[in-house]
């Protein structure tokens, strides 16, 4: 059976790509042909042996196609003869319009920005957007700052959305990684029923590497992107009035990091130290010198993956509850896996770093368990297992 990716980026950019590279490996295991088309190209883009075709025309316009762009593509799929296309991280409907009319077409969304015309749903103020995409959403930027403030571009960018909620009706299958993302798509209209959920999955590196103690009980790791929706300096003021001694390591890229610099400064010289971009290895062993997990987004997560991975190297994880978090951290019972606190409670956030800091027996028992279940519900192998028969049956449509 063959399947096409589609996506904008092809190699080593982030969460989409990575996943789009351990899938495909997955699905070969299980008897796939894989290609890729790509509409983006860069220093890191790479498809390893597969075919793959790069089609930079279609940025030139979000909402259509050119004709000889339309030529290219149907080129492409008649000359490969994919049973299936596996759409991913690209907000183009002129392109999935012209790929429902010729073959089936599974949608994995990752994302909020089919569901909201700023993409992610939040407010500058620092909560989530409770909602549903409507004409509202044409006035709300403007006292909100939630999506661009140019009429135009705010307009087209709501025209888009919509243009792309009436594809995926169309679909041949649909994909999300938690309740939470099948919810927010039921809300503008995609019945929940049509939606499959597919929990991510840690990377098959985390459960290769073997069990060790932290580096010290009183080292603390957070990965991800430095801009203010993901709460690193919600994360370094809590800190602030943190008694006992701690290394916190945060590693990103990304605007804020300045802001992030000057609110580390102000602590116990040495308690904060900020890395770079991570390749894979790096990370994995970034996580493994580290006593537990701070997940201190305040973004409405669409699954929250980063977590997942520090279970999946035998890590607890403090997180806010916000998106679909809750339906991985395990929070109370016989074997918890981590804390979850209410969003933007700060003073129970600073409480749960104060307990984890100064408990670090308690802090180990989790940590174990937390791989229990990563092992149990968050694998390749599991994924892979669950996105066949959705891709089969979605290939049996085949015009």
């Known amino acids: 059976m063959r399947c096409l990716f589609i996506n904008d980026h092809i190699g080593a950019y982030g969460g989409v790509e990575r996943y789009i590279s351990l899938v495909s490996v997955a699905l070969e295991k299980r008897g796939f042909e894989i290609a890729y088309l790509h ?34 593509i149907r080129e492409i799929l008649d ?9 991913h991280n690209l907000s183009h409907p002129g392109l999935l319009q012209f790929c429902l009319e010729i073959r089936p077409v599974v949608i994995f969304q990752h994302t909020l920005d089919a569901v909201c015309p700023g993409g992610r749903k939040f407010l500058p103020g620092g909560a989530s957007c409770e909602s549903t995409m409507g004409a509202a959403c044409l006035l709300k930027p403007f006292y909100a700052g939630c999506a661009s403030r140019r009429p135009w571009r705010l307009f087209g960018a709501f025209r888009r959305v919509r243009k792309m909620q009436n594809l995926m009706s169309r679909a ?10 099948a919810g927010r798509l039921a809300e503008v209209g995609i019945p929940r029923d049509g939606v499959e959920v597919i929990p991510l999955f840690a990377s098959p590196r985390a459960f290769a590497a073997q069990m060790t103690d932290p580096e010290s009980s009183n080292r603390l790791f957070c990965v991800g992107r430095f801009v203010p929706g993901k709460g690193h300096a919600r994360l ?22 300045p802001k992030l610099e000057s609110l580390a400064a102000a602590l116990p010289e040495g308690s904060v130290e900020m890395l770079d971009y991570l390749g894979e290895k790096r990370m994995s ?12 987004s305040i973004l409405p997560e669409p699954f929250g993956l980063a977590g997942v991975e520090a279970m ?18 395990v929070p109370d019972g016989d074997a918890p896996t981590g804390v979850l606190v209410p969003c933007g409670d700060m003073e129970a956030f600073r409480s749960a770093l104060e307990r984890m800091l100064s408990g670090p027996e308690t802090m180990f028992e989790m940590g174990a368990a937390a791989r229990r279940v990563a092992k149990e519900r968050f694998t390749l192998s599991r994924h892979a297992e669950k996105l066949m028969p959705v891709l089969q049956k979605a290939a049996k449509g085949k015009p």
Request: proline fraction near 7%; charged fraction near 20%; glycine fraction near 12%.
């Open 312 to 329: 999946a190297h035998g890590r607890l994880v403090v997180t806010f509850d916000v998106g679909g978090v809750g339906e991985w951290l």
């Open 285 to 296: 062993a970034e996580y493994m010198k580290a006593a537990f997990f701070v997940f201190p």
């Open 79 to 87: 000359g490969w003869q994919p049973d299936v296309i596996f759409w």
């Open 39 to 72: 509409t983006r190209i860069g220093q890191r883009t790479t498809a390893g042996r597969r075919q793959a075709w790069h089609v930079p025309a279609v940025e030139a316009h979000p909402r259509r196609l050119a004709g000889p762009v339309k030529e290219r």
């Open 172 to 181: 041949a299958g649909i994909v999300v990684a938690s309740e939470f993302m």
């Open 236 to 257: 370094l003021e809590a800190l602030t009035g943190v008694e006992q001694p701690f290394k916190l390591v945060l590693a990103g890229e990304g605007p804020n990091r």
